[in-house]
């Protein structure tokens, strides 16, 4: 073979290789590309009788010695805590959450005047039976508690049904991905993404992933005043399905 003959087939078999490099890069590209998406939204809400509950009671004493509304405070909280242990609570199920100490003023023309100093200290009381709420509060009311912070009733068992209710929310997510698709004329694939909507606000003992509120939709006990009702555990999801032809 001559020279000329040798690089001819050189440049042949070069040319051959670059060819065949650039076909694959064209099959793949498509490959890297975006899929298309189908975004929806799913909820579900599951009522349960609440077995738990939550009592948060309030003292404020007020003087113009520090010594003196501290000590006064101090004895009605003591006080408070006999008439919970009076009612069979469990002394774990009770402990003092919250103390402040404020000094307040008065205004007037010429400027502030001290009127002493106000101590707040708040009381958590968890019950094991609800039925003990309305008998607690009432004893307390008469015990020297000022306020009532909240009472706010909840299931032993919410993360149970949390997960219930989050499971149906996916389920109506994807049961709606499919209507829409179909009106299309299209085909819902594999989740792409999902993610689970919290709450806009936070219930009473302070879980943050699911909404519990106690609804008076229930019929109290003859005498009592508090309707516990139902738990409401509500789940909200949002899920981006791929859209096929």
């Not at 100093?117 to 004893?139: G, H, P």
């Amino acid at each position: 073979m001559n020279r000329f003959a040798a690089l001819i087939m050189i440049l042949s078999i070069s040319g051959l290789g670059t060819a065949c490099n650039s076909t694959v890069a064209q099959e793949a590209a498509p490959g890297r590309g975006e899929p298309r998406v189908i975004n929806t939204s799913g909820r579900a809400i599951v009522h349960v009788a609440p077995d738990r509950a939550e009592l948060t009671l309030g003292v404020e004493t007020r003087d113009k010695q520090l010594e003196t509304a501290k000590s006064e405070n101090d004895a009605r909280i003591r006080e408070l805590m006999a008439i919970i242990g009076q009612h069979g609570i469990d002394a774990k199920d009770v402990h003092t959450s919250w103390l402040s100490i404020h000094q307040e003023y008065s205004s007037y023309s010429l400027g502030r005047k001290f009127e002493g100093y106000r101590v707040s200290n708040t009381v958590m009381v968890t019950f094991e039976d609800i039925s003990q709420v309305e008998s607690v509060l009432s004893a307390a009311l008469t015990g020297g508690v000022t306020n009532v912070g909240n009472v706010s009733f909840r299931h032993s068992e919410d993360r149970t049904h949390r997960d219930r209710a989050r499971e149906m929310a996916v389920k109506a997510a994807r049961e709606k991905a499919e209507a829409m698709a179909k009106a299309l004329g299209q085909r819902v694939g594999r989740p792409v993404t999902i993610t689970e909507t919290m709450p806009t606000w936070m219930n009473p003992v302070g879980n943050a992933n699911f909404i519990n509120e106690a609804a008076a939709v229930g019929s109290p006990d003859e005498g009592d005043t508090l309707a516990p009702g139902m738990v409401k555990i509500d789940a909200r999801v949002t899920v981006a399905f791929e859209l096929l032809d």
